[in-house]
């Protein structure tokens, strides 16, 4: 099943009319501190009758013990297999909201409300569900698909320009597998756009029509996952190192210059197209500081990637810019090559 997708500034009605017509036995709302002051009030206009559920922001906070206060209040709400879950935050209340509706009483329904750029063009579409685990991305989830998608653009004003940022990796992400007109159009423009609602919209494109292919990611979802393999591995092992910890799409902006560098290595990418992916890259994101000694460890944590077939690494790259390979086959040895090169730029 594809979820519903309502992007522009009357999404929020159209969650009305969605909780109208379906007559949720009951509402409960999830929220962090951060949307529950900017995004909140907004929202609760287009609601019925409501209890709000508040979790702490932040990465690390994406753990089982969230989700058992979640699944706590669930229960103190008596919601029942009628109800529905309202996420409205980023990507970490998209991925633990969906992931405690999605048990609770074996489901309750869910909605997205995504309120970070990141979740409005990645995060709140195709049904991946889940947290960290002992620092391990989304190592525990599930697929489940939101009854409905609400990104209202607006949102996106009080995001801090550090997430914004954050959000863009994955746009790049999605140009760079997808689009390489698109990245040619706007590596001239870079992040000073202001109108997002188009970047959201063709982002959410690019993304829907690869779930609806594969929504189990057999295969062409991988593509998705381009600079993941190392990006996931940079945002684990840095997420064990206090002060050093950075946001998912920083980690995957270092990822996708590694596995751009190493579609070059494979002979899949010029290096020519390496130089246009770095220079776009580094006009936007600080380099992440890695020391020598970081990189053995970064690259065994590549092992319990979830494209892997046992301990064989399954990589996503670039054929050229605009065209993902996925199931590439990788070592240990070209990850801490990769991590080198990146470290020397
Ligand atoms: N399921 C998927 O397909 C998918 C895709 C990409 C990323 N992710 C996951 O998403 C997570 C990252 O999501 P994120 O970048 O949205 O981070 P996030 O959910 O931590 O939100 C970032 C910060 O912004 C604050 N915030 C949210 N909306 C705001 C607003 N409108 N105004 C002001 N502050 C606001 C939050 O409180 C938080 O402090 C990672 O865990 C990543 O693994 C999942
Ligand atoms: O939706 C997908 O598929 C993606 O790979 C999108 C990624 O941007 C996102 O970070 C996803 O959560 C990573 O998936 P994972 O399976 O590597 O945890
Ligand atoms: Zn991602």
Redesign the pocket.
């Known amino acids: 099943m594809t979820e519903t997708i309502h992007i522009g500034n009357n999404a929020l009605q159209e969650l009305t009319i969605l909780l109208q017509n379906r007559a949720f036995h009951k509402v409960a709302v999830l929220v ?4 529950l002051a ?2 909140y009030p907004q929202l609760k206009q287009h609601l019925p009758a409501h209890e709000l559920i508040q979790i702490k ?3 690390e906070h ?1 753990t089982l013990q969230t989700c058992e206060t979640i699944w706590q209040r669930m229960t103190e709400m008596h919601l029942d297999r009628w109800s529905v879950l309202v996420n409205l ?7 633990m909201g969906g992931f405690c509706a999605a048990l609770f009483k074996r489901g309750i329904y869910f909605v997205q409300v995504p ?2 750029l ?2 409005q063009v ?2 709140s ?2 049904g ?2 889940g947290v960290d685990f002992h620092g391990l ?2 190592h525990i989830g599930v697929y489940q698909e939101p009854q409905a998608v609400f990104i209202h653009p607006t ?2 004003e ?3 320009q550090r ?1 914004l940022k ?2 863009y990796a ?1 746009i790049i992400k999605h140009w760079l597998i997808a689009d390489g007109e698109k990245f040619e159009e706007q590596r001239h423009i870079g992040i000073m756009t202001d109108d997002w609602e188009e970047l959201i919209r063709h982002s959410v494109a690019i993304k829907s029509k690869v779930v609806e292919a594969d929504p189990l990611e057999g295969g062409l979802r991988k593509i998705l996952n381009f600079g993941h393999t190392i990006g996931h591995a940079v945002e684990t092992y840095l997420m064990g190192q206090p002060g050093r910890e950075i ?3 920083e980690a995957i902006a270092v990822g996708m210059v590694c596995e751009a560098f190493l579609s070059v290595k494979k002979e899949l990418l010029s290096e020519e197209d390496l130089g246009k992916i770095e220079v776009f890259l580094e006009t936007i994101y600080e380099k992440v500081v890695l020391k020598p000694e970081d990189v053995e460890k970064i690259a065994v944590l590549a092992l319990q990637d979830k494209k892997n077939s046992g301990f064989a690494i399954n990589c996503t790259l670039l054929r050229g810019i605009g065209h993902a390979v996925y199931n590439q086959p990788i070592t240990l040895h070209d990850i801490e090559e990769s991590l080198r090169y990146y470290e020397l730029l």
């Not at 962090?32 to 949307?35: I, L, S, V």
């Not at 935050?89 to 991925?95: E, H, L």
């Open positions: 962090d501190e951060h949307t900017h995004c922001s932040g990465e994406k935050g980023g990507g970490v209340i998209g991925d309120t970070t990141l979740a990645d995060a579409v195709g991946k569900t991305k989304n949102f996106l009080t995001l801090p997430q954050s959000g994955e946001l998912h799409g």
